[in-house]
């Protein structure tokens, strides 16, 4: 017994060191653990399942190897009857079996562990019902069908009673788990929503500990991102206002999480924009891309996006509270180009409504910021980026009659830019003696000279409009 006790040992504190992996790996160690795993003795079940756990936790290969060695219909056969240490490292292996990739989360699965961990799912000690979530958590997180394999074993209300235990961490990993399960589709959401979750997160927000918030506004997130209904469904939980505390918070990914929930519920319809702006929301998104960089901003960048593609009076709003000026600052400043297209689509979208929407966004000296990385060749390979910010340019400057900001442009901007401008000049200038007087003395109207259009070509056109409102000899 003792010697067995050893070497079980032995093998869980090599297998924590990855310089020894590869070592037990060329041992043939795992069948050398599977006896072990039936042994009389239940503190040897256990080391044994804890060095499992290890050396499937380390890479793809020792789990599958796990996985063909016939360990998981041993590891489970009596996993209700055993002790909670037991339960716990069984649950481990499980998890770092499930983590690397599909196909072995199926192989749990087949060999009806799911069962046995929701007998454990109900076991007393916190530990065991922590190991437990976590485990269905990797199991769920990879496609639908996993998770739904997960909802169909009698999970989801299980973990609704674990985050309103008392345990942090456990509260912790439940949350995860349900965010989990909720994302890929809304009819799993819509179990998690049955099951009465969304009352007993909401009221979690306010939690001090960063971790569990973080896993709270995930959740919901997941959750509020499928449908008009399962948004509203959180939206009256009143996560307003306290969810806007939390782009304040000193956690990077508490800031993130919660403007990725405003997001997700801002995109659905005008109504449920209205009402973030209505709670302040959309100062409160202003404030937090001001006070972040990189990656955290991403989420309310695009929540001033969507709000302002609603309508022209929710655009409005965007713009009153002082929406513009960071999101300029995001195109100058970031370095990530997806960072750059989102911001220059969420100006194109509070641009495109109005002369007067295309006017604010103008004199904010965007448009010269937008112009360069339109014309940067540096600047992504990613097309649809490139698509986005290309489509943004444009959305303004079809509304923009505010020539002060479009006559800087004429001199560099590309032929499809520039047809754009000239087009925006030839629509203000019939109609505006003081902007015909500026347009000379900048020197616009001997750049539109120098331009060479095809005769009876829309562009020619433009020129020719701009042209007969100044007598020949100007022109000349």
């Known amino acids: 017994q003792r010697a067995r006790s050893q070497f079980a040992q032995a093998v869980a504190d090599l297998a924590a060191r990855p310089q020894s992996i590869d070592t037990l790996r060329s041992a043939g160690v795992v069948c050398l653990l599977r006896p072990l795993l039936l042994d009389v003795v239940p503190s040897i079940r256990q080391t044994a399942a804890i060095a499992l756990g290890r050396l499937a936790d380390y890479d793809v290969e020792l789990a599958e190897a796990v996985v063909k060695a016939g360990i998981l219909p041993q590891l489970i056969c009596s996993l209700p009857e055993e002790n ?6 069984a649950a481990f292996v499980l998890r770092a079996i499930a983590k690397h990739s599909p196909q072995l989360a199926q192989a749990i699965v087949q060999c009806g562990a799911l069962e046995m961990l929701v007998i454990c799912l109900e076991d007393f000690d916190p530990g065991v019902k922590e190991g437990t979530s976590w485990a269905f958590g990797y199991i769920a997180r990879h496609n639908p069908e996993l998770s739904q394999a997960v909802v169909d074993a009698g999970a989801v209300p299980l973990l609704v009673l674990c985050i309103q235990e008392p345990e942090i961490a456990l509260k912790r990993i439940a949350a995860s788990t349900l965010s989990d399960i909720s994302k890929h589709s809304p009819e799993l959401a819509q179990t998690v929503v049955d099951a009465g979750a969304i009352a007993h997160l909401a009221q979690m927000i306010p939690n001090p500990d960063a971790k569990l918030k973080r896993q709270v506004l995930s959740a919901l997130s997941q959750i509020a991102k499928h449908s008009v209904e ?8 009143e996560i307003f206002p306290v969810v806007l505390t939390c782009l304040k918070d000193s956690d990077e990914y508490v800031k993130k999480n919660g ?137 303004i400057l079809q509304k923009c009659t505010y020539l002060p900001a479009l006559e800087p442009l004429l001199h560099e901007a590309p032929p499809s830019i520039m047809k754009l401008i000239i087009g925006q000049f030839s629509k203000v200038l019939p109609h505006d003696s003081k902007a015909r007087r500026l347009f000379v003395t900048t020197g616009g109207l001997k750049k539109i000279q120098e331009i060479k259009a095809e ?9 020719d409009t701009i042209n007969n409102c100044y007598p020949e000899e100007i022109v000349r």
């Open 84 to 89: 909670r240490y037991y339960k716990k490292a």
């Open 230 to 237: 399962l948004a509203e469904l959180v939206v009256e939980a």
């Open 259 to 395: 403007a990725t929930l405003i997001r997700e519920i801002a995109k659905h319809t005008p109504e449920l924009s209205q009402f973030i702006v209505n709670s302040g929301g959309i100062a409160a998104v202003v404030d937090c891309i001001g006070s972040c960089r990189g990656t955290v901003r991403l989420p309310g960048i695009m929540t001033l996006g969507y709000v302002a593609a609603h309508s022209e009076n929710l655009s409005m709003a965007v713009i009153v509270s002082k929406g513009i000026p960071p999101l300029c600052v995001c195109l100058i400043e970031e370095h990530e180009d997806h960072i750059k297209a989102a911001a220059a689509w969420a100006l194109g979208q509070i641009g495109r409504h109005t002369a007067e929407h295309a006017r604010h966004v103008a004199v904010a000296n965007v448009l010269p910021a937008l112009l360069d990385i339109f014309v940067d060749t540096c600047s992504s390979e990613d097309l649809k980026a490139k698509a986005s910010r290309s489509k943004a340019l444009k959305n």
């Open 455 to 463: 005769p009876g070509s829309l562009l020619q056109e433009y020129i």
